[in-house]
């Protein structure tokens, strides 16, 4: 409890600007918090399932909005079912 104390006397209780910096930083953790319970039931409820399969097909109608004409694609992950393939 003490160290809190001090922290507070010498951080926070005249500085306005880390007042503000900490309470903007603890909105920031809430909020990441609220988006990631809210993104993972949605998750494992809009999956893809499973199924077997010897070969995986990307096909890319549109490509990016805008002027640009390239299809860009950050990520594409193809694991088995079970941990051994």
């Known amino acids: 409890m003490r160290t809190l104390r001090s922290f507070y006397l010498n951080h926070l209780k005249r ?10 930083s603890m909105a920031a953790v809430v909020l990441f918090a ?4 809210l993104m ?24 990016m909005q805008g002027g640009d004409t390239a299809a860009r694609i950050y990520g ?3 694991m088995g ?3 051994a393939d």
């Open 15 to 24: 500085k306005m600007f880390n007042r503000i910096v900490l309470l903007y």
């Open 81 to 83: 079912m079970n941990a």
């Open 76 to 78: 594409l992950e193809v």
């Open 40 to 63: 993972y039931p949605y998750r494992y409820q809009h999956g893809i399932p499973l199924t077997t399969a010897c070969c995986v097909q990307l096909v890319v109608d549109k490509p």
């Open 34 to 37: 609220f988006a990631s319970g």
